[in-house]
């Protein structure tokens, strides 16, 4: 995956900060995407927004958000709405690993698009939710820095009660 990821990518390869998961997606036998999930962003005001929390519910719950931190399709490939499907079926393989691997359930996915690369395609068409973008910000070390480059924000929630879940 490595390599693929820092070859393919334009983020290059993940530094995954906090708890994570990696995948290969393979079609016929062949290698045809790279996924990573990591722990959630810290503070998102437009997901914060959605979920309706405030600080102390946030620092509670953000366990169970998970972040989409890398998904790559293989430029080689090209098999019409792949994207979604991939993300479709290691969504469900993913809700079981990260409850096995580090005892957490996951109540709602998010992911940040560069808007100015890419247009959320696959993210919308398997049902994710654009919810407003980022303020172009990052944190350094322990500070924050204007990057300019807001990002897309989408997010799946894996329940109907995942408001209600998230501000137990």
Not at 24 to 43: I, P, T
Not at 54 to 69: A, E, H, I, W
Not at 86 to 109: C, F, G, M, T
Request: charged letters at 20%.
């Amino acid at each position: 995956m490595f390599i693929h990821i820092i070859t393919y990518h334009y983020l290059g390869h993940p530094w995954i900060v906090g708890s994570y998961l990696k995948y290969l997606a393979y079609l016929d036998g062949r290698l045809v995407a790279c996924l990573g999930w990591g722990s959630a962003s810290w503070k998102v005001a437009c997901r914060d927004s959605f979920i309706g929390w405030g600080t102390p519910l946030r620092k509670k719950n953000l366990s169970q958000v998970v972040n989409n931190v890398r998904f790559l399709i293989l430029p080689w490939v090209k098999v019409e709405h792949l994207a979604s499907k991939v993300l479709a079926a290691n969504i469900k393989r993913l809700v079981a690993d990260w409850h096995s691997l580090y005892q957490e359930p996951i109540v709602l996915l998010e992911t940040f698009v560069d808007a100015a690369r890419f247009q959320g395609t696959c993210y919308r068409a398997a049902n994710w939710r654009y919810v407003g973008a980022t303020r172009g910000i990052a944190k350094s070390g322990n500070d924050h820095c204007y990057h300019g480059q807001p990002k897309a924000v989408y997010l799946y929630p894996l329940a109907k009660d995942f408001r209600e879940r998230l501000h137990a």
